[in-house]
């Protein structure tokens, strides 16, 4: 029997393909609806996955197509959780550096946006190394 | 259904742009495609209509980046219109609608290059 504390989840295991992409957002933003989140926060929670997957695929793994990428969904009660891992070059939370919005207004210039908006549209988001594989955390809180 | 498709046409010397479907890291090189091909062959002034696209991420941010100055220093703008909710907290949540000129509509658009607005 499960315990009532432990939240109930599911992992999705994905090449490291753009290809992809599409099918797990969709899958984040459905979920995200399950959990009791409203349809713009499941946009904004899809965007947050979109640029995490979309990180290991391009940085992680430099655009290799023969790895894998593992994506949890915890459903807790006051929050979805979501975490994802790959054994390439991972991120870890000293190494991120996030643009200020108003000096990127001010001098526009290509990159740097898809951890903004990560961390914009997510309440927690922490890189960290787990088991020998880098993990991207992050959670979104039910309101 | 494709991931994402591009509808270009021209209105009043204007370039209207309509994509439709996802601008992500997959599908970026067929909209960045799209509009570098309208800047090389001199069309400077680009109109984003938004009302198909059901996300853009960073990726397509980056290509329209990408692009500003150049139509800027040739005398032209990429401006939006008809954003869906989403789509705009994107833009808006990196203080893209400082930088770019958003609205409702193509034709609300098109009256202001025109001159009309």
Same mark, same amino acid.
């Given at each position: /029997?499960?315990?009532? &504390?432990?939240?109930?989840?599911? %992992?999705?295991? !994905?090449?490291?393909?753009?290809?992809? *992409?599409? *099918?797990?957002?969709?899958? =984040?933003?459905?979920?995200? *609806?399950?959990?009791?989140?409203?349809?713009?926060? @499941? =946009?904004k929670?899809?965007? @947050?996955?979109?640029?995490?997957?979309?990180?290991?695929?391009? +940085?992680?793994? %430099?655009?290799?197509?023969? +790895?894998?990428?593992? !994506?949890?969904l915890?459903?807790?009660e006051e929050?979805?959780? !979501?975490? !994802?891992?790959?054994?390439?070059?991972? *991120? &870890?939370?000293?190494?991120?550096?996030?643009?200020?919005?108003?000096?990127y207004?001010? +001098?526009?210039?290509?990159?740097?946006?898809?951890?903004?908006?990560?961390?914009?549209?997510?309440?927690?988001? +922490?890189?960290?190394?787990?088991?020998?594989?880098?993990?991207?955390? /992050?959670?979104? &809180?039910?309101? | 259904?494709? $991931?994402?498709?591009? #509808?270009?046409?021209?209105? $009043?010397?204007?370039?209207?742009?309509?994509?439709?479907?996802?601008?992500?890291?997959?599908?970026?090189?067929?909209?960045?495609?799209?509009?570098?091909?309208?800047?090389?062959?001199g069309?400077?002034?680009?109109?984003?209509?938004?009302?198909?696209?059901?996300y853009?991420?960073?990726?397509?941010?980056?290509?329209?980046?990408?692009?500003?100055?150049n139509?800027?220093?040739?005398?032209? $703008?990429?401006?939006?219109?008809?954003? #869906?909710?989403?789509?705009?907290?994107?833009?808006?949540?990196?203080?893209?609608?400082?930088?770019?000129?958003?609205?409702?509509?193509?034709?609300?658009?098109?009256?202001?290059?025109?001159?009309?607005?």
């Amino acid at each position: /029997m499960r315990a009532s &504390h432990d939240p109930e989840s599911f %992992r999705l295991v !994905i090449p490291s393909q753009t290809r992809y *992409l599409n *099918l797990v957002t969709g899958l =984040a933003k459905r979920a995200s *609806l399950v959990a009791g989140m409203d349809d713009a926060t @499941a =946009a904004k929670v899809s965007i @947050a996955v979109d640029e995490a997957v979309t990180n290991v695929i391009i +940085h992680a793994y %430099r655009g290799e197509s023969n +790895h894998q990428v593992e !994506i949890e969904l915890r459903f807790r009660e006051e929050a979805l959780e !979501i975490r !994802i891992w790959n054994t390439g070059q991972g *991120l &870890h939370d000293e190494d991120v550096v996030l643009p200020d919005p108003r000096e990127y207004v001010k +001098h526009p210039r290509k990159g740097g946006l898809g951890l903004l908006l990560m961390s914009r549209f997510m309440d927690e988001i +922490h890189f960290q190394d787990v088991g020998g594989r880098s993990e991207c955390c /992050m959670i979104k &809180h039910v309101s | 259904m494709a $991931d994402l498709t591009i #509808q270009v046409r021209e209105v $009043d010397g204007v370039a209207v742009v309509r994509p439709e479907g996802f601008i992500n890291a997959h599908t970026v090189r067929m909209f960045e495609d799209a509009l570098e091909k309208l800047v090389a062959g001199g069309r400077f002034t680009i109109l984003l209509d938004c009302r198909e696209l059901n996300y853009i991420s960073s990726a397509g941010l980056g290509a329209i980046m990408g692009l500003i100055e150049n139509v800027r220093e040739n005398g032209g $703008d990429i401006l939006l219109c008809s954003l #869906q909710e989403n789509v705009y907290a994107i833009f808006d949540t990196l203080g893209f609608t400082q930088l770019y000129r958003v609205f409702t509509s193509e034709a609300e658009a098109l009256q202001a290059l025109a001159g009309k607005a």
